[in-house]
């Protein structure tokens, strides 16, 4: 063993987490019917990996080796009667353990099977509040204490409603099966709020995070791809990607040459993914045209005007303001009605928009960063620079960017 194949295993193991640890197991949960064990089996793979493949060499295929050692792992467990389950069952994982190999010496990749296991993870059966952080966690790999603060929840209690999430899957032998096509509208909206989860994970720049989770917003439009070739007649997985890929075409501007933050109307559009841009065009209008109107959609219009403002065109600001309208008519929740107030402070002024954010919920504005972020800006417009520093602190103290932070800070300064 030798540092350097130490260090290429490593490397290797580390690609193959961050490419395909959903697709694995996904494939595992399909044939185990168990979220929890496929996920201990391929946790066991990946150390095994990490013990020889400095020995013997990186596999050809390192994501068919990590599934064929999972595999091993979960018969291992079954034959020593940690799991119960009918012969059948074994029987066909020996089959898919024959596919494997076959696969492994011809070199095919991994089959995609993300998508199958996001539809379990909406099942009915799965309680609500546990579907996304679920998907979250057994499609992409992230933990509870990464996505607590994302879904509101301190990580102990976001952790054991995944456990009993799981068992719930377990052992009401929830089909791993596609939905039938009646069904799928139904577990959609599940689906796509997963998915965004998932962007939205790998956009946010928190303090002491993996900066390689960075690659979830690539992997959520992946999947918004999928999931619209799956359902082409659905109008809302269209929305989705076109928001998606309206926020990930800024992506290159959301900082300087500095690492500074930049905000939307501060951005250098020659920054911007142009090219991504108008394929999130293309995808909204195809979603309009289909004449069902949705959140995403709408969602995905906001961003589509905000852009272009930004680019030169002449949005009126009552269009924001109606489009925030029907984003709250569509979806309930904080966000909407604050993009709503600062629409409207551009359309009547500063005053209107700290009135209409002084009559929103108070606990729910309350651990809410942009609502504190944009009650220090109107403010600030508004000549109530006392007011304004105290809630760019609160805005700061919200934010788990030290970037952002230091932007808030400077705007404070500038009062």
């Excluded at 965004?196 to 995070?209: F, I």
Aim: charged content about 25%.
């Amino acid at each position: 063993m030798t540092a350097a194949g130490i260090e290429a295993a490593r490397l290797a193991a580390e690609r193959a987490a961050r490419r395909s640890y959903g697709r694995l197991v996904a494939i595992l949960s399909a044939r185990s019917r168990d979220i929890a064990a496929s996920e201990d089996a391929l946790a066991d793979a990946f150390a095994r990996a990490l013990e020889r493949w400095p020995h013997d060499g990186v596999p050809a295929n390192p994501e068919a080796w990590l599934l064929s050692v999972a595999r091993h792992r979960l018969l291992d467990d079954w034959r020593h009667g940690k799991v119960r389950d009918e012969a059948a069952q074994t029987l066909l994982l020996l089959a898919d353990e024959v596919c494997a190999e076959d696969g492994d010496r011809s070199g095919d990749a991994v089959p995609d099977e993300r998508l199958r296991l996001l539809f379990v993870c909406a099942h009915p059966a799965v309680d609500a509040a546990a579907r996304a952080p679920l998907m979250l966690q057994a499609v992409l790999g992230l933990d509870a204490a990464r996505m607590a603060g994302a879904f509101l929840s301190a990580p102990a209690t976001l952790g054991q409603r995944l456990v009993r999430a799981k068992a719930r899957i377990r052992t009401t032998a929830i089909g791993f099966d596609y939905p039938r096509a009646a069904d799928l509208p139904r577990r959609l909206a599940d689906v796509l709020d997963g998915i965004y989860a998932a962007y939205g994970t790998g956009w946010d720049e928190v303090d002491g995070a993996d900066p390689t989770r960075r690659g979830l917003t690539l992997e959520a439009i992946e999947l918004g791809e999928i999931l619209c070739q799956l359902m082409p007649r659905e109008p809302e997985p269209l929305g989705l990607l076109a928001l998606m890929l309206f926020c990930e075409s800024r992506a290159a501007a959301r900082r300087d040459d500095a690492g500074a933050y930049v905000p939307l109307d501060a951005q250098d559009v020659g920054r911007w993914n142009l090219a991504m841009h108008a394929r999130a065009e293309q995808q909204l209008r195809r979603a309009h045209a289909m004449g069902v109107l949705g959140p995403y959609q709408v969602e995905a219009a906001i961003q589509s005007a905000h852009c272009a403002r930004r680019l030169g065109a002449p949005v009126p600001p009552q269009a924001l303001v109606a489009l925030y309208d029907g984003l709250i008519a569509l979806r309930a929740g904080i966000s909407a009605p604050v993009g709503r107030a600062c629409a409207l402070a551009e359309a009547e002024g500063a005053a209107a928009g700290i009135d209409a954010l002084d009559r929103l919920d108070a606990a729910e504005a309350a651990g809410y960063q942009p609502y504190w972020a944009a009650r220090a800006h109107l403010l600030g417009r508004a000549g109530r620079g006392d007011e304004a520093r105290q809630a760019y602190a609160r805005a700061a103290g919200l934010s788990g960017s030290a970037a952002v932070r230091d932007w808030l800070a400077a705007a404070a300064r500038r009062l």
